[in-house]
């Protein structure tokens, strides 16, 4: 083996949770040699804007950028893009890389993130039905859209969203607020409901019909067709619900969930959990010396939550990344960081929220869901689980320090 094939950090996995582990090295010293290889044709960029502002068209891949351009080369780390890790000798401390090259390291971090879900129904390889997980796939989307705009006499094709999750939420009002109208269909009664309960879903159901998006609920698809009526090639042009009836669709994007990327994790023979991500220790190592984990491929035992989580959200990510880094910089304590996230529906709706609650009794609104701005606590027994701040009601901090604190409550002085 060549002396170029030794590393002392390789970082696996080309998203937030990599590259805050490249930035938090060098920021804290670490003079180290550091590799991060991803399969990505493109250098870390954020995610997030895939369904908001890149897919408007008012952002462009380089400003979704996690790094600047020449941030890799001025800190000496060794971006390899279309690099795919294939295996990793979790003994010998190899990695194979998709370049044949076989790479040792001393310390590794699996950030190897999550894939979409995809639907298995019937005709659901028909051209026209679109996933959403890099800025590709929403450059993908947006080609298709002015495709289908032109072929479509008033200019607006009909987009159907599957999905009242995150993707499915933004994705609907970035483009019915870009002018064409799109229809939500979901299983759930109503959108976010599995995140924030019904009472929140049905107050973002009125602000997504408000802005001109069509929501159906209790719906359950189980196919697709093509114009002549067959599932097997062609483009899509109906969505088969299970009581037998089609909504019309020239465009349809499936956000059906994603699931963790542990593919190189289980041929590495790395223990995972039970939500099929990496099983790491409160400090995100795994179960093999020298490897850690992090990111939305991360199943942790959370001090913080008392259970083993694993979060699909960006800050999240970075966080757990960057909290790596300063592990093998001496740092030593459990990661207790609380999880954020954010979500923009258009210009419609903007909402952060920490926790996440897994699961509540109760929940305490701060604010008035009539006056489009308020918070949400969510509370187990006398415990705070998690906090909810729409359009910029409530106080996130002081909401932080108390789940941070993990003391009980008392909701009668939450403001409710
Ligand atoms: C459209 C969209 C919108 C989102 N919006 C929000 C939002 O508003 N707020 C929020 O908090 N979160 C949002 N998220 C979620 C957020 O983007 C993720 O939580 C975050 O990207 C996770 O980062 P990660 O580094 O763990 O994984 P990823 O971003 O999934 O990156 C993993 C990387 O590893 C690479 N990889 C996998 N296997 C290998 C291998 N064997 N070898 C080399 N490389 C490999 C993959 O190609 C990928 O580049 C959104 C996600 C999407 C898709």
């Not at 996440?356 to 929940?363: E, M, S, Y």
Request: hydrophobic share 40%.
């Amino acid at each position: 083996m060549s002396s170029e094939s030794r590393t002392d950090v390789l970082l696996i996995g080309g998203g937030i949770a990599a590259a805050s582990a490249a930035r938090a090295l060098r920021e804290g010293g670490f003079d180290g040699s550091v590799v991060l290889a991803t399969r990505e044709l493109d250098a870390p960029y954020h995610r997030p804007p895939g369904s908001k502002e890149h897919l408007r068209g008012e952002q462009d891949q380089a400003e979704a950028l996690i790094l600047p351009e020449g941030w890799w080369e001025e800190n000496a780390v060794d971006l390899r893009l279309r690099t795919g890790v294939l295996s990793l000798d979790a003994g010998a401390k190899v990695a194979k890389l998709q370049t044949k090259e076989e790479l040792a390291f001393g310390r590794a971090l699996v950030a190897t993130g999550a894939m979409v879900r995809r639907l298995s129904v019937d005709g659901s390889g028909l051209e026209g039905i679109h996933y959403l997980r890099s800025l590709r796939n929403s450059d993908t989307i947006r080609g298709d859209l002015a495709d289908a705009a032109e072929a479509e006499p008033d200019g607006r094709p009909r987009v159907v969203l599957v999905g009242g999750s995150y993707i499915g939420c933004e994705v609907a009002a970035s483009l019915t607020a870009t002018g064409t109208p799109a229809t939500i269909l979901m299983q759930e009664s109503e959108p976010l409901e599995r995140t924030f309960g019904s009472e929140i879903g049905r107050w973002v159901r009125s602000r997504l019909e408000a802005g001109g998006v069509e929501v159906r609920g209790g719906v359950d698809v189980v196919g697709f067709r093509n114009a002549e009526g067959g599932d097997g090639e062609g483009r899509v042009a109906s969505v088969v619900l299970a009581d037998g009836t089609a909504v019309a669709a020239d465009i349809v994007v499936a956000g059906v969930g994603a699931q963790p990327d542990a593919m190189l994790a289980k041929r590495a023979g790395l223990e995972l959990g039970e939500s099929g991500g990496i099983r790491c220790d409160d400090r995100l190592r795994t179960s093999a010396a020298g490897i850690w984990a992090a990111g939305d491929i991360c199943e942790y035992d959370s001090v913080l939550h008392g259970e083993r989580v694993r979060i699909e959200h960006e800050e999240a990510a970075a966080a757990q990344g960057a909290y790596v880094a300063r592990q093998w910089l001496g740092e030593d304590a459990p990661f207790a960081e609380v999880p954020y996230f954010f979500s923009d529906l258009a210009d419609w709706v903007s909402f952060e929220s920490l926790g996440p609650a897994r699961r509540w009794d109760r929940t305490v609104i701060q604010g008035s869901l009539d006056e489009d701005r308020f918070a949400v606590w969510f509370l187990e027994g006398d415990r705070a689980r998690g906090y909810a701040s729409f359009n910029g009601g409530g106080d996130l901090d002081a909401a932080r320090a108390v789940l941070q604190a993990g003391e009980s409550v008392d909701a009668a002085a939450l403001g409710g």
